[in-house]
T-cell receptor, first 116, second 115 residues
Framework: GNSVTQMEGPVTLSEEAFLTINCTYTATGYPSLFWYVQYPGEGLQLLLKATKADDKGSNKGFEATYRKETTSFHLEKGSVQVSDSAVYFCALRGGISQGGSEKLVFGKGTKLTVNP | DADVTQTPRNRITKTGKRIMLECSQTKGHDRMYWYRQDPGLGLRLIYYSFDVKDINKGEISDGYSVSRQAQAKFSLSLESAIPNQTALYFC??????????????FGPGTRLTVL
């Protein structure tokens, strides 16, 4: 079945540091890939997404590239801010045309803390 | 006003009690979902509904039931709560755009504690 593995946290960085959160997946067909973010005390919200190989999703300075050859969707940001402190979830949605599930499968989440 | 609302936001109850968590949405989406979040486990799907007449079990449906009263309302019930159901519960909605992306929109969560 479909699955997502993301690096375990917590991750603690200083402001303006470079961020990478690794995410790899296992899926049949051609899944869509997502990063969701959960700020303290809130629900999850979509950060970025990519629907096919080599697509790059980007938002708020975050980027992730859909790499089919390495089955990865790593999240990066060049210079983090204190306000980026949150839990980040990688997620996958199977490709419908290949009989994939329409449900999202989430990784376990990575907690990021950015210190001033 | 929030597009996806959940009530209550916090609830403490005792083992054996029946509990209902409610979710309402104003996004006009047909699809609704219930997840639970546990530390270190991410989000796990409990039930989902693709329209009012369609209810499906997720990966951890045992001990839970749902009711889709209308397009906008999807309730989760714990018939006889037990301590290992202590968790953060999220409702979500989605509207397949036909483009295969199906972004989900989450409510703020309900923190449930079963003593």
């Amino acid at each position: 079945g479909n699955s997502v593995t993301q690096m375990e946290g917590p991750v603690t960085l200083s402001e303006e540091a470079f961020l990478t959160i690794n995410c790899t997946y296992t899926a049949t067909g051609y899944p869509s890939l997502f990063w969701y973010v959960q700020y303290p005390g809130e629900g999850l919200q979509l950060l970025l997404k990519a629907t096919k190989a080599d697509d790059k999703g980007s938002n708020k300075g975050f980027e992730a590239t859909y790499r089919k050859e390495t089955t990865s969707f790593h999240l990066e940001k060049g210079s983090v801010q204190v306000s980026d402190s949150a839990v980040y979830f990688c997620a996958l949605r199977g490709g419908i045309s290949q009989g994939g599930s329409e449900k999202l499968v989430f990784g376990k989440g990575t907690k990021l803390t950015v210190n001033p | 006003d929030a597009d996806v609302t959940q009530t209550p936001r916090n609830r403490i109850t005792k083992t054996g009690k029946r509990i209902m968590l409610e979710c309402s949405q104003t996004k006009g989406h047909d699809r609704m979902y219930w997840y639970r979040q546990d530390p270190g486990l991410g989000l796990r799907l409990i039930y989902y509904s693709f329209d009012v007449k369609d209810i499906n079990k997720g990966e951890i449906s045992d001990g839970y039931s749902v009711s889709r009263q209308a397009q906008a309302k999807f309730s989760l019930s714990l018939e006889s709560a037990i301590p290992n159901q202590t968790a953060l519960y999220f409702c979500a909605t989605s509207d397949p755009s036909g483009k295969g992306t199906d972004t989900q929109y989450f409510g703020p969560g309900t923190r449930l504690t079963v003593l």
